[in-house]
């Protein structure tokens, strides 16, 4: 009498092709165009795309002039550019330094941010209500220059220096993007499309 052995089970095998486009614990399929492939998704046209996602994130960080390494490559020019219609002192307080060096911090928090939202974010609400929080602090940037400039500084354009022009001329533009952007003239957001296949 001749015994039957049962046939070893064998591992399921994958193909690695089908790996990179395949979710095995949900069976969800992405398309060649969706959000699965290792590149960074935007949902964004393209000029808000390289005005708020690209451009902004760059003159946050790394801008000698108003950027959050400003402080650390010319503290007292950062310090004393704030009101150039005025003359800085010769040294220093040193509230006035460790506000250079928060403010910085700040733009550098906010080039995170940017980048984590803008560059991340599938849904059109979230990016919507970001530059939202962005038009309203753009307010507040422009007005707080005022403050400390005072109107005839303020309207003097002439005498403005390049901190000013970013304090009060590039945070213009960015806010004036982001109204038209509201108003549709650039398009609007649009969420990826995912396609759900089981198998």
């Given amino acids: 009498m001749q015994l039957l052995v049962p046939a070893k089970p064998q591992a399921p095998r994958f193909n690695q092709a089908n790996i990179l486009n395949q979710n095995y614990f949900t069976k969800r399929q992405y398309p060649e165009d969706s959000i ?7 949902i964004f ?3 808000p795309h390289v005005l708020f996602g690209i451009l902004e994130p760059i003159s946050l960080y790394d ?3 108003m950027g959050s390494l400003a402080p650390v490559f010319d503290l007292d020019g950062f310090i004393n550019g704030q009101t150039p219609h005025l003359a800085g002192p010769s040294i220093q307080h040193p509230s006035s330094v460790a506000l250079a060096y928060q403010l ?3 733009y ?8 984590a939202v803008l560059h991340t974010s599938t849904e059109p609400e979230v990016l919507r209500n970001y530059l939202i929080a962005l038009t309203i ?3 507040g940037h422009v007005y707080a220059t005022y403050v400390a400039m005072g109107l005839d500084a303020f309207l003097d354009v002439g005498s403005w220096n390049a901190l000013t022009w970013g304090n009060i ?3 213009g533009f960015l806010f004036v993007n982001r109204i038209l952007y509201f108003l549709g003239l650039f398009g609007q957001a649009r969420a990826p499309k ?6």
């Fill in 169 to 171: 001329g590039a945070t």
């Fill in 194 to 199: 995912v396609t759900h296949k089981n198998e």
């Fill in 63 to 65: 801008s000698p002039v």
């Fill in 137 to 139: 602090a753009d307010v």
């Fill in 45 to 47: 046209p393209t000029w």
């Fill in 36 to 42: 699965s492939h290792n590149k960074m998704p935007t």
């Fill in 104 to 106: 910085g911090n700040l």
């Fill in 108 to 115: 550098h928090l906010l080039f995170l941010v940017g980048v």
